[in-house]
C-alpha cells in the first residue's frame, strides 16, 4: 500500500527500533489451520501439562506436505497424520510433520501431536501458595499474546491464522476450568478426582486468543439478553468481583448497538486472576483480568479504573477478536479502538465532560512517551519483537486519533463507516486499508492524506498562534505556524478545525483549514471579542502555543461550554502569576458543574504557590466533598511548605472516606517534612487497605522526603513476601534516591532474577534511571531467551543507555 512507502525507506527515530529491529512481515503458510481440539491434563504439584493436540488444516499450496508448527521446549511424544504415525523433526522451537504424499490444493488432513510440557517458561502460568506468600491461591491461566501461545499447544502461533477451536481440560476436582466458547460438557472421574471441561469456540479466532484459566472459582450468573454472562473468582470475593466488572451488560448493549453487530459469541465470561502480568487480556469470551481490579466497598467509592478495563477488554471482542489484525504492525486495530471505545462506553455512562476528560488524559500520556522515550509511526513493520508495538503510541495516541476521526466524518457517517467496517471482515484477518476502503465506500471522503499522517507518519503539529485587534477594520487577525520540526517521519500536517469567538452579540466560530507552515487569517465581526478559543471542540491531537489576555482568559474559565476550554483557561491563568485570579480559581473550585475541571483548578492554584492560593485549598478541606476533587487538594497543597498546610492535611487525611484521598494525605505530609510524618507513614505501613495502598503511600512518602535515613526501611519492601505492587512502589521508591548506595544498587541487581515478571521490569526501569554500569551484566542477561517481551525490550534499552555512558566516560577520559 502506497501508504507506507516514506515508512519503509527506514526513517525511524532510533530509540525505537533498537539494534535488531527490521521490517516484520506474517509468515508463510502452506496449510490453513482449520479447526484445533486440544486435550490438555493439568498437574498443579507438578506444573506440568499433558497434551493431545489435533490441527485440522487445509493445504493451500498445490503439492504440500509439510507443515511447521511453533512449539517451544516441547517434549514430543508422537505426531500423526491422519491417524498415523510420521516421521517429525523438533529443534529450535518448531515442530515439522511431514506426510508421506503431497496434498492437492484444498485437501483437508488431521495432524496429531502428543506431547508434555514441564514448567513451562512461558504463555501457561501456575500460580501456588509458597513459604512467601501461604494464603496466594492455586490458579492455572495462559497468556497468549502476542506469540505466547506455542509454549502449551503446538500451532501457527501468528495473528493472521484463525481457526476454530475446542479445549478439553482435565483438573483436580474441585477446580474449576474456563475456556473459549460454549461449555458442552462436563464430566467427573472419582477415581483419579479429576474433573474435565469440554470448551467449544465455533466462530474463528486467532490463537493467541485461545485461553484456560483454572481455579477453585465461584461462578457468578448474570446476563445480556439471552447471552450468559459469567463472572468467576476466588470464594470471598464475589460482591468485590460484582462492583468491579456488574457493569457488563450494560456495555455489551451498547457496543452492540454503537458497531450494528451484536455481541456474536456463545457465552461472555471475565476471570478475576491472580498475579496476572496485565491488566486484562481479551481472550475470545473469555476474558483473563488481573484480581487487582477487584473492589471493595471503600475503593468503589471513587475508582472508575475496573469500568474502563471492563470497557477495554468487552470491546476487543469486536475489534480483536471478531476481527484481527493481519500482522502486529495493524495492531492499532485492536489496541487504539478497544481504547477509544472504552472510552465511548464512559462517555455513555458517564457523559460527556468525563469522556473528553479521559481523551485528554490519552493525549497527555502519548505526549510524555513522545517527549521522554521516543517517537513512531502508529503503525509500523519495523521491530523487533511485536511486544514492542504495545506503548502509548498504540494504545493512547491511536485512541485520540480516532476521536479526531469521529469528529471530522461526524456522529452518524463514522458509526456507518465501523459498523461496514465489521460487517464486511466479519470473523476475518484485517489490515488498515480495510478500515480506510470502508470509510471511503460508506461516506465518499478520501482519508488517505489523514491515515498518512496520523498512522503511518509520526508525531503531531506544534501549533503557534499569535492574535491582534484591527479596529479600524473591525477585524481579528491571527497568524498560526506550524513549529514541529520537519522530518522524514514528521512533517507538515493538514488540519480542519475552527476558531470560536465570544463577542456582545454572542458566538461566532470560523472554520479554517491549515497545511503550511504559515497563515494568517482574518475574521470581521462587530467588537472586539471578549473570548478567543483556538479548536474549541479539543479534538485535535496537537500542542498549541495561544497567548491571550488575562482578560480574555477569565471569560474563558467560565464562559467556555467544553470542560477542557475551561482547564486550560485554569492553567494559563495561572501561570500569570496575578494574585488576583486565585478568586477566580475559587470559584471554579468550589462550583464547576464537572469535578475534572476543579481538580484542574485545584492544581493550577497549587502551582502559583501564592499564600491566598493555599488559604483557598484549605478552605477546600472543610466544604468540597467529591472524593477525586478531595485527592486534588492534598496534591495541590504540597507546593505550600508551611506549618500551617501541615497541621491542616494532619487534621483531615485520615478521616477521609475516599483511599485515595487519604493516601494523597500521606504523601502531602511527607513531601512537607510535616513534624510528624515518620510516625504517620509508620502507622500507615500497618494499615491493610485495598491493593495495599496505604502501605504504597507510605513508601512513597518516604520517598518522596528524599530522607536517606528511610532507605533501608524502603528496602525492607522489596523483599519477596510483601504485596507486589507493594514491592514495586519501594523499587521506584529506592531509585529516586541520587546517589542510590551500592546495597540498593546490588538489591535492585539481585531482583532483576525476581520469580514475579512485574518486579522484574521494575527493578530493570530502576537501574536503568539509577545508571551504574555494575548493572550491565545482569541486565544483558534478560535481552535474550524464553522471556517476556516487555522485560527485553526494557533490558535492550538500558543496556544500550548504560553502554553509552561508559563510551561517553571513556572518550572523555
Known amino acids: 500500500m502506497e501508504s507506507h512507502n516514506h515508512i519503509c525507506r527506514g526513517h525511524f527515530d532510533a530509540r525505537f527500533t533498537l539494534k535488531g529491529a527490521t521490517a516484520t512481515y506474517a509468515p508463510d503458510r502452506t496449510f490453513d489451520t482449520e479447526h484445533v481440539r486440544i486435550e490438555i491434563g493439568v498437574d498443579m504439584g507438578r506444573e506440568k501439562i499433558t497434551g493431545r493436540c489435533k ?46 504424499s503431497a496434498l492437492p490444493a484444498g485437501k483437508r488432513a ?7 510440557v ?104 448474570d446476563k445480556w439478553r439471552k447471552t450468559p454472562v459469567l463472572y468467576y473468582c476466588e470464594k470471598g470475593r464475589e ?42 487480556m481479551e481472550n475470545t469470551s473469555a476474558t483473563t483480568q488481573t484480581d487487582t481490579a477487584l473492589l471493595d466497598k471503600r475503593a468503589a467509592i471513587d475508582h472508575t479504573g475496573s469500568d474502563e478495563l471492563a470497557a477495554h477488554e468487552l470491546a476487543h471482542q469486536w475489534f480483536g477478536d471478531y476481527l484481527t489484525c493481519k500482522d502486529w504492525s495493524h495492531a492499532w486495530l485492536n489496541e487504539s479502538f478497544a481504547t477509544y471505545f472504552d472510552a465511548l462506553f464512559k462517555r455513555n455512562d458517564r457523559g460527556q465532560d468525563e469522556f473528553l476528560y479521559q481523551i485528554r488524559g490519552n493525549a497527555e500520556a502519548y505526549f510524555a512517551e513522545d517527549r521522554e522515550h521516543y517517537r513512531r509511526p502508529i503503525s509500523t513493520k519495523v521491530y523487533k519483537r511485536p511486544s514492542d508495538l504495545f506503548d502509548r503510541h498504540l494504545y493512547e495516541k491511536g485512541s485520540v486519533v480516532l476521536h479526531m476521526l469521529h469528529q471530522l466524518l461526524g456522529e452518524a457517517a463514522f458509526r456507518k463507516a465501523i459498523r461496514t467496517y465489521i460487517r464486511r471482515n466479519r470473523a476475518q484477518v484485517v489490515e488498515t486499508l480495510d478500515l480506510i476502503n470502508a ?39 491571527l497568524r498560526v505556524l506550524q513549529t514541529q520540526a520537519v522530518t522524514p517521519e514528521t512533517g507538515l500536517f493538514w488540519l480542519e478545525t475552527e476558531f470560536l469567538f465570544l463577542t456582545a452579540r454572542g458566538e461566532q466560530r470560523f472554520p479554517v483549514e491549515i497545511d503550511k507552515k504559515s497563515h494568517l487569517f482574518k ?35 467560565f464562559k467556555d461550554a467544553n470542560p477542557l476550554g475551561r482547564i486550560d483557561a485554569a492553567h494559563a491563568l495561572a501561570k500569570t502569576g496575578n494574585r488576583n485570579h486565585v478568586s477566580l480559581l475559587r470559584q471554579v473550585l468550589y462550583n ?145 534516591y541520587d546517589p542510590v548506595p551500592t546495597a540498593v544498587q546490588d538489591r535492585l541487581i539481585e531482583l532483576t532474577n525476581d520469580p514475579f515478571l512485574l518486579v522484574r521490569i521494575s527493578a530493570v526501569r530502576a537501574l536503568q534511571q539509577v545508571g551504574d554500569e555494575r548493572a550491565l551484566p545482569a541486565l544483558r542477561k534478560l ?20 553502554s553509552k555512558g561508559v563510551e561517553d566516560e571513556k572518550k572523555k577520559g
Not at 74 to 81: A, G, H, Q, S, T
Not at 110 to 116: L, R
Not at 606 to 614: C, I, N, V
Not at 792 to 800: H, I, P, T, Y
Open 55 to 100: 490441527t485440522t488444516v487445509r493445504a493451500i499450496a498445490e503439492g504440500a506436505r509439510e507443515m511447521v508448527f511453533d512449539a517451544v521446549n516441547f517434549d514430543v511424544k508422537e505426531v500423526r497424520w491422519n491417524g498415523r504415525r510420521v516421521k517429525h523433526v523438533y529443534a529450535a522451537g518448531k515442530l515439522s510433520v511431514t506426510a508421506s
Open 783 to 802: 535481552t535474550k531467551g524464553d522471556l517476556d517481551g516487555r522485560l527485553m525490550r526494557m533490558a535492550e534499552e538500558a543496556v544500550e543507555k548504560l
Open 110 to 116: 488431521d495432524i496429531e501431536v502428543v506431547y508434555e
Open 239 to 280: 460482591e468485590d468481583t460484582l462492583r468491579a466488572f456488574g457493569k457488563t451488560p450494560r456495555m455489551m448493549e451498547f457496543f452492540s448497538k454503537f458497531t450494528g453487530v451484536d455481541y456474536p459469541y456463545a457465552k461472555y465470561s471475565q476471570v478475576a486472576a491472580a498475579d496476572f502480568i496485565y491488566g486484562g
Open 592 to 736: 464547576d458543574a464537572f469535578w475534572g475541571v476543579r481538580v484542574e483548578a485545584a492544581m493550577a492554584l497549587g502551582s502559583t504557590k501564592l499564600e491566598e492560593a493555599s488559604m483557598v485549598l484549605i478552605h477546600a478541606l472543610e466544604v468540597v466533598e467529591h472524593p477525586k476533587v478531595r485527592r486534588a487538594l492534598y496534591a495541590a497543597l504540597r507546593n505550600f511548605k508551611t506549618e500551617r498546610v501541615g497541621s491542616e492535611i494532619e487534621r483531615h487525611f485520615s478521616r477521609e472516606e475516599s483511599y485515595f484521598a487519604e493516601a494523597e494525605g500521606i504523601r502531602s505530609l511527607a513531601a512537607l517534612h510535616h513534624p510528624r510524618y515518620p510516625e504517620i507513614l509508620r502507622s500507615a505501613l500497618k494499615q491493610e487497605s485495598w491493593n495495599d495502598i496505604f502501605r504504597i503511600s507510605a513508601l512513597e512518602g518516604f520517598a518522596a522526603s528524599r530522607s536517606r535515613e528511610w532507605i533501608p526501611l524502603i528496602h525492607e519492601y522489596t523483599r519477596a513476601g510483601r504485596n507486589q505492587r507493594t514491592r514495586m512502589a519501594a523499587i521506584r521508591g529506592l531509585a529516586s
Open 523 to 557: 475574521f470581521k465581526m462587530e467588537s472586539e471579542p471578549m473570548m478567543a478559543v483556538f479548536d474549541p471542540n479539543h479534538r485535535l491531537l496537537a500542542k498549541v502555543d495561544f497567548p491571550r489576555s488575562e482578560e480574555l482568559l477569565a471569560v474563558q474559565l
Open 439 to 477: 470509510i471511503e465506500d460508506t461516506t465518499g471522503w478520501n482519508p488517505r492524506k489523514f491515515f498518512d499522517q496520523w498512522i503511518f507518519g509520526a508525531g503531531h503539529p506544534e501549533i503557534k498562534i499569535r492574535m491582534w485587534w484591527d479596529a479600524a477594520r473591525k477585524e481579528v487577525n
Open 118 to 221: 514441564t514448567r513451562p517458561k512461558l504463555g501457561f502460568h501456575f500460580i501456588k501458595p509458597d513459604s512467601r506468600y501461604p494464603g496466594r491461591p492455586t490458579q492455572v491461566w495462559t497468556q497468549g499474546e502476542d506469540e505466547y501461545a506455542r509454549y502449551w499447544f503446538p500451532c501457527h502461533d501468528a495473528p493472521h491464522e484463525r481457526t476454530t477451536t475446542e479445549v478439553i481440560a482435565t483438573v483436580p476436582t474441585g477446580f474449576t476450568a474456563v475456556s473459549n466458547g460454549k461449555l458442552l460438557k462436563t464430566a467427573n472421574n472419582r477415581g483419579k478426582r479429576t474433573t474435565t471441561f469440554h470448551y467449544r469456540q465455533d466462530i474463528p479466532h486467532a490463537v493467541y486468543l485461545v485461553t484456560l484459566t483454572v481455579g477453585r472459582f465461584t461462578e457468578l450468573k
